[in-house]
């Protein structure tokens, strides 16, 4: 069942603790890949020094200020590719950025994108899964609650395990914010 687009305008950090678990897919012409959201963090309006609408609206912020569950792909460093989901009101700037999967379905087409072989490092990080799952800017701003869209969220079917709430990753201000989860015993974690 993919998650609707209500799931997505509730508060942030409520969102950010129900995606663990859940499975990312995307499909594309070389074949479908999905992997088991196992990290996650929250980046929540102007007030939040780490969000790039801390600055308030700008082009590149422009983005987040748009509806609930629409994919906000941005490049770091120019090269690489990360995936978050636009979360509450529209015109509320916030959302989560996918950080680690497990991956799933399409293993070997993952492996043979990202040139690995190793599956815990395989979706490890928010540019490696964007690697893996050949997500890229082109998927900017779609829905990820249509089955009709390249890229959807369903809900997961395991059991949630337990989860642990950290600092954010990669940050210089905001880092007394503990909007990064992730689940305890996962080996498919970015950083523990």
Same mark, same amino acid.
């Given at each position: ?8 305008s !509730? ?5 950010? #603790? ?7 897919v995307r ?7 999905s992997?088991i959201?196992? #990290? ?5 309006g102007?007030?939040?020094p780490?969000?790039?609408?801390s600055r ?9 200020y ?6 906000f ?9 990360? /995936?978050? @989901?636009i979360t509450?009101k ?6 989560? /950025?996918?950080?680690?999967l #497990?991956?799933?379905d ?10 690995? +072989?190793?599956?815990l490092? /395989? ?15 082109k998927? +900017?701003?779609i829905s ?8 959807f969220i369903?809900?997961?079917?395991a059991?949630?395990?337990e989860? @642990?709430? !950290?600092p954010?990753i ?7 914010? /503990?909007?990064r989860?992730?689940?305890?015993d ?7």
């Amino acid at each position: 069942m993919i998650l609707p687009c209500s799931f997505y305008s !509730r508060p942030t950090l409520k969102v950010l #603790e129900d995606l663990i678990g859940a499975v990312l897919v995307r499909k594309t012409e070389e074949g479908y890949t999905s992997g088991i959201i196992v #990290e996650a963090e929250a980046y929540r309006g102007e007030d939040d020094p780490a969000s790039f609408a801390s600055r308030g609206r700008t082009k590149k912020s422009a983005s987040l200020y748009g509806p609930s569950g629409r994919a906000f792909v941005y490049l770091t460093y120019g090269v690489h590719c990360l /995936l978050n @989901v636009i979360t509450e009101k529209e015109d509320f700037p916030a959302a989560v /950025l996918i950080r680690a999967l #497990e991956p799933k379905d399409g293993i070997k087409l993952m492996m043979k994108r990202r040139q690995r +072989n190793n599956l815990l490092d /395989l979706c490890s990080g928010p540019a490696k899964l964007c690697q893996a799952l050949a997500v890229d800017l082109k998927v +900017n701003g779609i829905s990820v609650c249509s089955p009709k869209s390249p890229l959807f969220i369903e809900k997961g079917k395991a059991e949630p395990g337990e989860l @642990v709430w !950290r600092p954010r990753i990669g940050i210089s201000r905001g880092r007394d914010r /503990l909007w990064r989860v992730y689940f305890k015993d996962s080996p498919f974690v970015s950083f523990k």
